[in-house]
């Protein structure tokens, strides 16, 4: 996404907000907030470019929660030295996206495949970056929070927080596994994930020091073993490095190219390393789903082929687990939060299938290979500030790195502090909404893009400005209009290669605040520039 130097001079002036070693005058603090406000509202009331609700009021019942400092810091699940948080809403929200992905429920005598899961106090990209962190060290054999001996004596003792923050505590061991076979790849985890992944990914990869697979190519000197017959049609070389995609290839609906993935994880799988594969679920720029079920059906034969679908993991004095030698990852960030409704409104027959052979992309804890889920919660359901949820299972959470008696619970999330706001957000939303409205709400906005698409898409006469929507996507991508535009509706804009050709392109996000209304203004605005 580029930001044009028009885009850093339109917006607020600087010098409006000056603040020095005295006390800002009563009128100059005035003017500034009446211009913030002003400035602000104006912006909100064109968005049309990110995938950020802005239809929210949270006003009303949370207001003088600004005025208490709420945090969670540590587990979700042990309430902790410091009171002032909202663990017990935190859990019921945490509860009922268990739930939505159908992930097994907490019970009181804990099992290891009940879900294990937070709020995070960025968006999305903690969740994923948590989510590749727990990769990484699970492949790597870290030792396991709670390893089969402990689950046992878990099982036989009550849910108190006393008790399980003893059990915790008893299992901060340092440990690395070693398996049997005693190949130098077996601890060496090689990432996959499409180009159409998000940033935040790849800077994961770089934060985390995860080696992707064109990365140990790049440091072998490894010949790519995908042929033409393997790239996706209209895949443009400016993607390739050496020989190799830099990424495994998407398709031009922004999914990720099974077939590709499928001959580069047996690639790396046959050298021994484990694998980790992210997928997305709701693209960035293109709203994409990725066929996760698809794909992981056809990726368990090769692990299985190679012996990382389950390996034995000693990690020590002879004590064993058991364990995958892959992770999969699902970036939901957007289309976690709505497309378990969307699932259901196909079935209900509230909305038309997109075409005649479309199987629903099933991403969810159904698939039981799938390790872990993201997903922000500033995007479909609407927050002030950014939010998300990371969601896993208890069997796969590693061992904490330190044992903070400090906080009085367990520092098994990614953050220290943690926002204690943001559950109060999420059960808003939740409390507010029964199932069918959910159903409805997505049925309005699906209606809502499809509207918006095929406008477009008929003023769009001689077919030159690239109008395109994926199946279920809550974007609408362009040609990019005029730089004015660009600001008003803050649009996001991307550079993209299609069969050699560069093309610079904007996109529109349908959110639930969008209606018809903004999008006949939007139309209106691009006839005014000439744009058709
Ligand atoms: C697919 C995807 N993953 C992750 C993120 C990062 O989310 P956040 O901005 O909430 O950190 C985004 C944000 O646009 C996204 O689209």
């Known amino acids: 996404m580029n930001i ?19 006390k800002l005058p009563k009128t100059k603090k ?11 509202f104006t912006q909100k009331s064109n968005f049309l470019g990110y995938q950020v609700n802005e239809k929210i009021d949270y006003q009303k019942n949370y ?6 400092s709420l945090n969670n810091v540590g587990d979700p699940f042990v309430d902790g030295n410091l009171t002032t948080n909202t663990k017990a809403v935190e859990r019921e929200v945490l509860s009922y996206f268990a739930k939505l992905w159908n992930n097994k429920q907490r019970t009181k005598h804990l099992k290891k495949d009940e879900f294990w899961g937070y709020i995070v106090s960025m968006g999305c990209t903690e969740a994923n970056i948590f989510g590749l962190l727990s990769a990484r060290d699970y492949l790597e054999g870290k030792f396991l929070l709670i390893d089969d001996e402990q689950n046992e004596k878990l099982k036989s003792i009550s849910k108190s927080s006393k008790d399980r923050e003893c059990l915790i505590n008893q299992n901060l061991v340092s440990s690395y596994g070693k398996t049997k076979q005693n190949n130098k790849n077996e601890f060496v985890p090689i990432a ?9 990914i790849v800077k994961a990869m770089e934060v985390l020091k995860i080696s992707t697979f064109f990365n140990e190519a790049m440091k072998n000197d490894y010949k790519c073993p995908l042929k033409k017959e393997d790239y996706p049609k209209d895949f443009s070389k400016e993607y390739l490095e050496n020989g190799w995609p830099k990424e495994v290839p998407s398709n031009d609906d922004g999914t990720i190219h099974i077939p590709a993935l499928i001959k580069l994880v047996d690639f790396f799988a046959a050298k021994g390393h484990p694998i980790l594969v992210s997928f997305n679920y709701g693209s960035t720029f293109k709203g994409a789903y990725d066929n996760v079920k698809e ?9 299985k082929k190679y012996g990382l679908y389950e390996r034995e993991i000693e990690y020590q004095d002879k004590k064993t687990d058991k364990r995958n030698g892959f992770w999969f990852h699902v970036d939901g960030a957007l289309g976690a939060a709505y497309m378990p409704y969307i699932e259901t409104a196909l079935k209900e027959k509230l909305i038309k299938k997109p075409s005649k052979d479309y199987q629903f992309p099933v991403f969810d804890f159904r698939l ?8 922000s919660g500033h995007k479909w359901i609407g927050s002030p500030w950014p939010t998300g949820i990371y969601m896993s299972r208890i069997k796969y959470q590693l061992k904490p790195i330190d044992d903070p008696m400090y906080i009085g619970s367990p520092d098994t999330t990614f953050a220290g502090s943690r926002n204690g706001f943001s559950p109060l957000i999420f059960w808003e939303y ?5 199932y069918n409205n959910h159903v409805k709400e997505v049925v309005k906005v699906e209606n809502m893009a499809q509207y918006t698409y095929e406008k477009l898409k008929k003023l769009d006469k001689k077919n030159k400005l690239w109008i395109q929507r994926s199946p279920f996507s809550l974007t609408i991508r362009m040609k990019k209009p005029n730089e004015d535009l660009i600001f008003k509706y803050s649009l996001s804009t991307e550079e993209l290669y299609v069969n050699g050709e560069k093309r610079e392109y904007a996109h529109i996000y349908i959110m639930s605040h969008v209606t018809k209304k903004l999008i006949n203004q939007f139309i209106k605005d691009l006839k005014k520039s000439k744009y058709f």
């Open 4 to 22: 044009t130097l028009n885009q850093l001079n339109q917006g607020l002036k600087d010098k409006i907000f000056r603040i020095n070693n005295k």
């Open 30 to 40: 005035t003017k500034a907030l009446k211009e913030l406000s002003t400035y602000e």
């Open 430 to 434: 939740l409390s507010n909404n029964s």
């Open 368 to 375: 039981k290979q799938i390790h872990s889920i993201s997903m």
């Open 63 to 68: 207001s003088e929660y600004l005025n208490i």
């Open 192 to 200: 996959f994930y499409s180009q159409d992944a998000h940033y935040s």
């Open 295 to 303: 794909a992981v059906k056809k990726l368990v034969p090769i692990l």
